[in-house]
């Protein structure tokens, strides 16, 4: 059973575009929704993440909406660059609360493409 | 300062054989986490241990199976190796018990069974 389901697959962005990734979960008991970037070859890194306490999270050029009577959240990319051109993987855990039940569930991943 | 280290970087077994992957964690962190990422796919938790214990454990075989030493590093142990535990070996480490915070992962293990 698939707990956090992530879209598009793939996404082609025009260099100066908005990359918007979106994802959905089930588990109501996640508190933790973390964005990572992986590019090939090399460990995922943790971009930006947020706590069901907010709809909104912006660090520079990425923005999480999160929605969570809709269960789902999302990723922005503003003015996207090339550089940015990496698989974008959504996440989601449980633990905030210190109680320590931890592990991250992932999504599947979003391939974005950067067009020059 | 080193983040978390991984060795070796490329593993290639034949079916039944057994592998020991290690994990060095991030310098002041104390948590390590395993997972699988297989071709195409996100990242599997598979364990983690603080303590030298493991705390949590996902949907993996007993074939799977590993170990944190005094100093916080961390081996992963596969027995009898099957084809389709080829992937992408990951080490994560953190700070228990804030262990969802910044969480930093290594470069992985790629492992080809063959």
């Known amino acids: 059973q698939q707990q956090v389901k992530q879209s598009p697959q793939s996404l082609i962005v025009q260099k100066g575009g908005i990359s918007i990734i979106n994802c959905a979960y089930e588990?109501?008991?996640?508190?933790?929704f973390p964005w990572y970037q992986q590019f090939p070859g090399k460990g995922p890194a943790l971009l930006i993440a947020?706590?069901?306490?907010?709809s909104e999270k912006k660090e520079g050029r990425f923005t999480i909406s999160f929605n969570k009577s809709a269960k789902q959240f999302s990723l922005h990319i503003m003015d996207s660059q090339p550089g940015d051109s990496a698989t974008y993987f959504c996440?989601?855990?449980?633990?905030?609360?210190?109680?320590?039940?931890?592990?991250?569930?992932f999504g599947k991943g979003t391939k974005l493409s950067v067009i020059p | 300062d080193a983040g978390v280290t991984q060795s070796p970087t490329h593993l290639i077994k034949t079916r039944g054989q057994q592998v020991t992957l290690r994990c060095s964690p991030k310098s002041g962190h104390d948590t390590v986490s395993w997972y699988q990422q297989a071709l195409g796919q996100g990242p599997q938790f598979i364990f983690q241990y603080y303590e030298e214990e493991e705390r949590q454990r996902g949907n993996f075989p007993d074939r799977f199976s590993g170990h944190q030493f005094p100093n916080y590093s961390s081996e992963l142990n596969v027995n009898a190796l099957l084809l389709g535990d080829s992937a992408l070996y990951l080490c994560a480490s953190s700070l228990w018990p804030d262990m969802n915070t910044e969480a930093f992962f290594g470069q992985g293990t790629r492992l080809t069974v063959v």
């Open positions: 996440a989601a855990s449980i633990g905030y609360s210190g109680a320590g039940s931890y592990q991250l569930t």
């Open positions: 947020i706590r069901p306490d907010v």
């Open positions: 588990n109501t008991a996640f508190d933790y």
